[in-house]
């Protein structure tokens, strides 16, 4: 289940692989910081598919049943890639073990691909504001073997911030994101700064912090 392809395919292992995967969350939550709202919305999802599944399984199943099961189970995955993504491949606090990994159903990094080199070049990029709360960050696509650019970043009324303030974090795999922020945040200022992501999760240097105000 190493890299793209730690999905699993049939129904049945995949409903496992999300038990363990869920269970793994709320049990590490606090100590790789992934929010309340995460965990709730992983959870919620959780139980949405497993009756889905179970609907979809029953003899008098139809159609409609299979299609929410899909429905049910592309909004699950969304929500293991993104915990996995932001909390555990991009590790933004330095905790991540492979024990942990293993934890929640995933391969150790030491049995990923060796074959790919820690990143070593900056991610540059650039931000503009976009429409209303909305801040609009570009960066050059994607290298060879590279997840995407995981964004650090945090919102507050000072002026500049060290990279430590930088607590939040997001896998940016396209190269025009969108970040949308709430109205309590208008006229704030966005601090970010980018790192390059590999497919073992090793992340590259921090490109220097820019600033934007939220309108």
Not at 89 to 103: K, S, Y
Request: aromatic share 8%.
């Amino acid at each position: 289940m190493a890299g793209r392809k730690f999905i699993p395919g049939s129904e049945g292992k995949f409903l496992a692989f999300a038990e363990t995967f869920c269970g793994a969350t709320e049990t590490h939550a606090e100590y790789l910081g992934i929010p309340g709202a995460a965990v709730t919305s992983i959870k919620d999802r959780l139980t949405a598919y497993t009756a889905a599944y179970n609907a979809a399984n029953k003899p008098n199943a139809g159609k409609i049943d299979r299609e929410d099961r899909k429905e049910k189970r592309e909004a699950l995955t969304e929500s293991i890639r993104r915990i996995k993504n932001a909390y555990i491949d991009a590790d933004p606090l330095g905790v991540v073990t492979d024990e942990i990994r293993m934890d929640f159903g995933l391969e150790p990094k030491d049995s990923a691909r060796t074959d790919i080199p820690a990143p070593t070049e900056v991610a540059p990029f650039e931000l503009a504001n976009g429409e209303y709360l909305q801040i609009v960050v570009t960066h050059p696509a994607r290298p060879e073997g590279y997840n995407g650019a995981v964004a650090f970043f945090t919102v507050n009324g000072k002026g500049p911030v060290a990279e430590t303030a930088l607590t939040q974090s997001k896998l940016l795999t396209r190269t025009r994101e969108i970040l949308t922020f709430g109205s309590a945040q208008l006229g704030q200022t966005l601090h970010i700064s980018l790192r390059w992501q590999n497919e073992k999760g090793q992340l590259g240097p921090p490109s220097p912090i820019q600033s934007k105000v939220i309108s």
